[in-house]
């Protein structure tokens, strides 16, 4: 069973630095990969995903994620951290191998606050 | 985006009453899931299906059933509601052409 690991519920940044959030999958084949944000009492909105090709991928509001098949990690950045940035962020894998039981899985969360 | 709307928003129940909340998309998509989000867990699957009448377990699902009679509609049922089962519940679809999956606004559900 595929699993989804978020390093640091609780992440603070402050405003114009570098945000990193972290996510490790495990997996026995190489998932399709998911960051989404979630805003106070909003329902969850996609970011960014992965599926194919480049492991770089670039998302809304500044976002980026790398696939690192070797580390089993995708994780999440953004260069300068805005204010706007103040979510939950939701990393979150799909099993490519069990064609026809696709479901997504979600790590447990991580709330990004940003300092002034 | 896809059309997916819950209902209702929020609903306050008492222990030991059924409670069925509805999700329906305007899409046709095949695949629909039914989440719980709670502090600390993240979102947890309910139940999901893969087509009419198809229906299978999440890794939550003691105490949920689900039906799907219409492509568009999902409905999950609390057939006795229990206070740990207040949580946030948030349905999904997923597109098939991208690969992307779009979640509803959510239903606050309170069982006192």
């Known amino acids: 069973a595929q699993s989804v690991t978020q390093l640091g519920s609780h992440v603070s940044v402050s405003e114009g630095a570098l945000v990193l959030l972290r996510c490790n999958y495990s997996?026995?084949?190489?998932?399709?990969l998911f960051w989404y944000v979630q805003y106070p009492n909003q329902g969850l909105q996609l970011l960014l995903k992965?599926?194919?090709?480049?492991?770089l991928v670039k998302g809304i509001n500044g976002f980026e994620a790398e696939f690192k098949k070797s580390e089993t990690s995708f994780h999440l950045t953004k260069p300068s951290a805005h204010m706007s940035d103040a979510a939950e962020y939701f990393c979150?894998?799909?099993?490519?191998?069990?064609?026809?039981?696709?479901?997504?899985?979600f790590g447990t969360g991580t709330r990004l606050t940003i300092i002034p | 985006d896809a059309g997916i709307t819950q209902s209702p928003r929020h609903k306050v129940t008492e222990t030991g009453t059924p409670v069925t909340l509805r999700c329906h998309q305007t899409?046709?998509?095949?695949?629909m899931y039914w989440y719980r989000q709670d502090p600390g867990h993240g979102l947890r699957l309910i139940h999901y299906?893969?087509?009419?009448?198809?229906?299978d377990k999440g890794e939550v699902s003691d105490g949920y059933s689900v039906s799907r009679s219409k492509t568009e509609d999902f409905l999950l049922t609390l057939e006795s509601a229990t206070s740990s089962q207040t949580s946030v519940y948030f349905c999904?679809?997923?597109?098939?052409?991208?690969?992307?999956?779009?979640f509803g606004s959510g239903t606050r559900l309170t069982v006192v």
């Open positions: 899409e046709n998509h095949r695949y």
């Open positions: 999904a679809i997923r597109d098939n052409r991208n690969y992307g999956y779009t």
């Open positions: 992965y599926t194919t090709g480049a492991t």
């Open positions: 299906s893969y087509g009419v009448k198809d229906t």
């Open positions: 979150a894998v799909s099993d490519r191998s069990n064609f026809g039981d696709e479901k997504l899985t």
């Open positions: 997996s026995s084949v190489p998932p399709y």
